[in-house]
């Protein structure tokens, strides 16, 4: 995407798409479901293992196959978040290697992949819905699996709050 700032509405239109092709229509968001649909229609190869502690996840794509490894060693909600971040990558084409990349471009795919990521993991409608039977953040935060300042990001980002 060239641009000088993130494609919002775009990006979460990608993850919308993704979870409705993955048929995915209620939270928990279960990523291995998303990883096998991701890895069924794109082929993308997902692996965890021990990554030096400053390493999160990474994605690369390598003789035409994309490839998606995260820190096993790290908290679940930050696992989840982690491969979401990196589906995004791939999704968005970001991990094409004919893509030139410049710093600017690079923090705009990050902005992109976190707000993918966000959609991807707490769908906007959903949380909607949510809300609108009085449940509480902090109970939502358990049931998206998603730690509770995360979604209070989210929350307010969407101005649901």
Aim: a negative charge; glycine letters at 6%; one cysteine or more.
């Amino acid at each position: 995407m060239e641009s000088d700032s993130p494609s919002i509405g775009f990006v979460r239109k990608k993850a919308r798409q993704l979870l409705k092709d993955a048929g995915i229509t209620k939270s928990p968001i279960l990523l291995n479901e998303v990883v096998r649909f991701v890895h069924s229609r794109y082929g993308v190869d997902v692996i965890g293992a021990s990554l030096p502690e400053e390493i999160d996840g990474i994605s690369i794509q390598y003789n035409g196959t994309n490839h998606i490894g995260y820190n096993q060693n790290k908290h679940p909600h930050r696992i989840r978040f982690t491969l979401a971040h990196e589906i995004a990558h791939v999704i968005l084409g970001h991990c094409n290697p004919t893509n030139s990349h410049d710093s600017q471009q690079s923090e705009i795919d990050e902005r992109e992949a976190d707000e993918f990521a966000a959609e991807l993991l707490m769908p906007k409608d959903l949380i909607k819905n949510d809300l609108e039977s009085g449940i509480n953040a902090k109970a939502l935060s358990e049931k998206y699996w998603v730690s509770e300042q995360v979604f209070w990001i989210r929350l307010i980002k969407l101005k649901l709050v």
